[in-house]
């Protein structure tokens, strides 16, 4: 681990150390095509990209060139250009830790947003108001700004402004100590933005989880998000996001009681936000270093630490900061046996606890997430009803279907001669029927069929027997919800349009299945293979021989339904999933699904074929699948799909 700290160490230098040198060209040229502009829209533009160019290394270049910037914007009396100016400006003087005069910037630029009509930009400023109230402690203020926020970028459909108000409300989550409540806000966060692919954001989720994960001391799991951020924000050039990686590995290391390591971390960040003088995150990693300082023994460097960082924490308004400094004085005292000063730091530690998180803003944090959780619901409760309309639809035209079948049926007994003539047209009939039901439920855009799972995999292959290559029995399809994806094969004995009916029921029990129990998990399988075998109306079609295998993805995770049906390749070695529960995929791991209506002989003469392929190169696989699947004694109905992450 100490090698790993001072090659993050050397790494984050001479990442620093090129980032300043390649900005001073781009930045020069800004500068002169600044002097040589006359437009004043011209001139705005190239004050924003210079203000821009010093976010992440220079807080007071990047303010003055914003500062600047408004001047244009109020002579030219642009109100969309003030507005952005205020927000950038009280943004960056969020980042400084002087939040009152950020408080006031902001709230000048939402009023301005607000008059323009601009639906997301004021929600954005709503959100950083939030953060505000969040530094100051006042969680139940901070909250009431997120969910306002979250509410605007649901009715607009602004999926990146969703993933942000879910990061801000996990944060209460996190600072109320509720981590799983916390991951689950900060994995919405994640996912968004692995879609969008959102570097930056990526590793910001990335550094949330692993600190909740932190906290409920699950610590290899938090070290791995934090690894995943700090290559990100390295590879990004992003100095602020490397330091507080750095910072937030210090206090793992501190856990694990690893303290030259953490030492050495935490005086990486400090240097860092010091160079960027962030006075917040300076606060806070003094605090850090106190407290490893103090596990050493050196209480009197200690204590240093802790009184400057409670100045800041005093001077800025960070509520936590000034709690855990008067906490952590009272320790240093004790080992002291100053009883006195201790018990005198105690209780003021306890009265800013008691006013961050009293009774009536705990109350008033709960009424917020329950009238948030209300409207969820109310709004999931309108999306089954429509749902519930389009089955009683379904339902009504497949009874119109039987009825239409029991009229042929009598007129094939009572037509003897025209017998194989009604039968061609009961199935023209019948698979018209169904085609339109199909063009109706097609849609709501739900049930995807084919292989590609963009954002999982990044390659895939079937293999199955071609005995009788004018039939197609073997289907996959997925669709996505509330963060997971849901994907299942379905072995057909007689294929056709009868696979509408299976896909608009599939995603009906699981969605139902997941709104009970606020999971996905073997009960599932039950419920749709026992749905598959008694169904009326489906057995009624003669589908007799179907056979479903499914698992569910999250994220990197994956959940195997089917557990007797799935392998893995993971960390060079080949695994069988013995039972249902979730593993987490990395790159270049490879999921293999199998299976076939043939029972448990068939089943073990297709693992054996997955084993005996899986050391070949994954291009190579599907050929050599399909000759060993054609030399078995097998079903037609035999498959093996691959997936690689």
Same mark, same amino acid.
């Given at each position: 681990?100490?090698?790993?700290?001072?090659?993050?160490?050397?790494?984050?230098?001479?990442?620093?150390?090129?980032?300043?040198?390649?900005?001073?060209?781009?930045?020069?040229?800004?500068?002169?095509?600044?002097?040589?502009?006359?437009?004043?829209?011209?001139?705005?533009?190239?004050?924003?990209?210079?203000?821009?160019?010093?976010?992440?290394?220079?807080?007071?270049?990047?303010?003055?060139?914003?500062? /600047?910037?408004?001047?244009?914007?109020?002579?030219?009396?642009?109100?969309?250009?003030?507005?952005?100016?205020?927000?950038?400006?009280?943004?960056?003087?969020?980042?400084?830790?002087?939040?009152?005069?950020?408080?006031?910037?902001?709230?000048?630029?939402?009023?301005?947003?607000?008059?323009?009509?601009?639906? /997301?930009?004021?929600?954005?400023?709503?959100?950083?108001?939030?953060?505000?109230?969040?530094?100051?402690?006042?969680?139940?203020?901070?909250?009431?700004?997120?969910?306002?926020?979250?509410?605007?970028?649901?009715?607009?459909?602004?999926?990146?402004?969703?993933?942000?108000?879910?990061?801000?409300?996990?944060?209460?989550?996190?600072?109320?100590?509720?981590?799983? /409540?916390?991951?689950?806000?900060?994995?919405?966060?994640?996912?968004?933005?692995?879609?969008?692919?959102?570097?930056?954001?990526?590793?910001?989720?990335?550094?949330?989880?692993? =600190?909740?994960? !932190?906290?409920?001391?699950?610590?290899?799991?938090?070290?791995?998000?934090?690894?995943?951020?700090?290559?990100?924000?390295?590879?990004?050039?992003?100095?602020?996001?490397?330091?507080?990686?750095?910072?937030?590995?210090?206090?793992?290391?501190?856990?694990?009681?690893?303290?030259?390591?953490?030492?050495?971390?935490?005086?990486?960040?400090?240097?860092?936000?010091?160079?960027?003088?962030?006075?917040?995150?300076?606060?806070?990693?003094?605090?850090?270093?106190?407290?490893?300082?103090?596990?050493?023994?050196?209480?009197?460097?200690?204590?240093?630490?802790?009184?400057?960082?409670?100045?800041?924490?005093?001077?800025?308004?960070?509520?936590?900061?000034?709690?855990?400094?008067?906490?952590?004085?009272?320790?240093?005292?004790? /080992?002291?046996?100053?009883?006195?000063?201790?018990?005198?730091?105690?209780?003021?530690?306890?009265?800013?606890?008691?006013?961050?998180?009293?009774?009536?803003?705990?109350?008033?944090?709960?009424?917020?997430?329950?009238?948030?959780?209300?409207?969820?619901?109310?709004?999931?409760?309108?999306?089954?009803?429509?749902?519930?309309?389009?089955?009683?639809?379904?339902?009504?035209?497949?009874?119109?279907?039987?009825?239409?079948?029991?009229?042929?049926?009598?007129? !094939?007994?009572?037509?003897?001669?025209?017998?194989?003539?009604?039968?061609?047209?009961?199935?023209?009939?019948?698979?018209?029927?169904?085609?339109?039901?199909?063009?109706?439920?097609?849609?709501?855009?739900?049930?995807?069929?084919?292989?590609?799972?963009?954002?999982?995999?990044?390659?895939?292959?079937?293999?199955?027997?071609?005995?009788?290559?004018?039939?197609?029995?073997?289907?996959?399809?997925?669709?996505?919800?509330?963060?997971?994806?849901?994907?299942?094969?379905?072995?057909?004995?007689?294929?056709?349009?009868?696979?509408?009916?299976?896909?608009?029921?599939?995603?009906?029990?699981?969605?139902?299945?997941?709104?009970?129990?606020?999971?996905?998990?073997?009960?599932?399988?039950?419920?749709?293979?026992?749905?598959?075998?008694?169904?009326?109306?489906?057995?009624?079609?003669?589908?007799?021989?179907?056979?479903?295998?499914?698992?569910?993805?999250?994220?990197?995770?994956?959940?195997?339904?089917?557990?007797?049906?799935?392998?893995?390749?993971?960390?060079?070695?080949?695994?069988? =999933?013995?039972?249902?529960?979730?593993?987490?995929?990395?790159?270049?791991?490879?999921?293999?699904?199998?299976?076939?209506?043939?029972?448990?002989?068939?089943?073990?003469?297709?693992?054996?074929?997955?084993?005996?392929?899986?050391? !070949?190169?994954?291009?190579?696989?599907?050929?050599?699948?399909?000759?060993?699947?054609?030399?078995?004694?097998?079903?037609?109905?035999?498959?093996?799909?691959?997936?690689?992450?």
């Amino acid at each position: 681990m100490q090698k790993l700290s001072l090659i993050a160490l050397y790494a984050a230098c001479t990442m620093l150390f090129n980032l300043g040198m390649a900005q001073n060209s781009p930045i020069d040229s800004l500068n002169q095509a600044f002097e040589r502009q006359t437009s004043e829209a011209d001139r705005y533009r190239i004050l924003s990209e210079l203000a821009i160019a010093y976010s992440d290394s220079n807080y007071e270049r990047s303010l003055e060139y914003w500062q /600047k910037a408004i001047e244009i914007a109020e002579r030219t009396k642009e109100r969309h250009w003030i507005a952005n100016a205020l927000h950038q400006i009280g943004f960056s003087y969020m980042k400084m830790g002087e939040f009152k005069l950020s408080l006031e910037n902001l709230e000048s630029a939402a009023a301005i947003y607000y008059y323009l009509d601009s639906a /997301k930009l004021y929600a954005g400023i709503q959100n950083d108001i939030g953060l505000i109230y969040r530094n100051w402690g006042k969680y139940d203020k901070a909250l009431e700004y997120y969910l306002n926020a979250l509410d605007i970028y649901r009715q607009i459909g602004y999926a990146e402004g969703i993933g942000i108000a879910s990061n801000s409300i996990g944060q209460i989550h996190f600072y109320r100590e509720n981590y799983p /409540k916390a991951i689950e806000f900060f994995r919405e966060y994640l996912d968004i933005n692995e879609v969008k692919g959102n570097k930056r954001a990526i590793a910001g989720a990335s550094n949330n989880i692993a =600190s909740a994960y !932190m906290e409920l001391g699950q610590l290899d799991e938090a070290l791995e998000y934090y690894l995943k951020s700090l290559q990100i924000y390295d590879s990004l050039g992003i100095s602020i996001g490397v330091a507080i990686i750095q910072d937030n590995i210090g206090s793992l290391y501190y856990k694990q009681n690893q303290l030259d390591n953490a030492l050495l971390y935490h005086q990486n960040a400090l240097d860092i936000f010091e160079s960027l003088k962030s006075v917040s995150r300076i606060c806070y990693t003094q605090k850090n270093l106190g407290q490893v300082l103090l596990a050493q023994g050196n209480i009197k460097r200690a204590i240093g630490l802790f009184e400057a960082s409670l100045i800041k924490a005093k001077e800025i308004g960070l509520k936590d900061a000034e709690s855990d400094c008067n906490r952590l004085l009272s320790d240093c005292y004790v /080992k002291l046996n100053d009883y006195p000063r201790a018990y005198g730091y105690l209780l003021t530690h306890i009265a800013i606890k008691d006013s961050i998180l009293n009774s009536e803003s705990i109350q008033k944090i709960e009424e917020l997430q329950a009238r948030y959780e209300s409207e969820m619901k109310e709004q999931e409760i309108n999306a089954i009803n429509a749902k519930l309309k389009t089955q009683r639809l379904f339902f009504l035209l497949s009874l119109i279907f039987i009825v239409a079948l029991v009229v042929w049926a009598a007129l !094939m007994f009572f037509e003897n001669r025209r017998r194989k003539s009604a039968l061609k047209n009961f199935e023209l009939l019948r698979n018209h029927i169904f085609q339109n039901i199909s063009q109706n439920l097609s849609n709501l855009e739900m049930v995807k069929k084919g292989f590609n799972l963009e954002g999982y995999f990044t390659a895939w292959w079937d293999a199955r027997l071609q005995n009788r290559p004018e039939r197609e029995n073997h289907y996959f399809f997925h669709f996505s919800y509330k963060g997971y994806t849901f994907c299942y094969a379905v072995l057909n004995g007689q294929p056709n349009t009868c696979c509408d009916l299976l896909n608009i029921n599939v995603y009906n029990i699981a969605i139902e299945y997941f709104q009970l129990h606020g999971e996905f998990n073997q009960g599932l399988q039950d419920k749709i293979n026992q749905f598959v075998t008694t169904d009326p109306l489906f057995q009624s079609l003669g589908e007799n021989t179907i056979s479903l295998f499914s698992f569910v993805l999250q994220g990197n995770r994956i959940f195997s339904l089917c557990p007797e049906n799935m392998a893995y390749r993971q960390f060079g070695s080949f695994i069988f =999933s013995n039972a249902g529960q979730w593993i987490n995929l990395r790159p270049d791991d490879i999921v293999y699904l199998y299976g076939s209506g043939n029972g448990k002989d068939s089943l073990n003469e297709i693992r054996k074929i997955v084993k005996s392929i899986d050391l !070949m190169e994954f291009a190579e696989q599907k050929e050599l699948a399909n000759n060993f699947l054609q030399t078995l004694e097998l079903n037609d109905d035999a498959f093996i799909v691959a997936f690689k992450v």
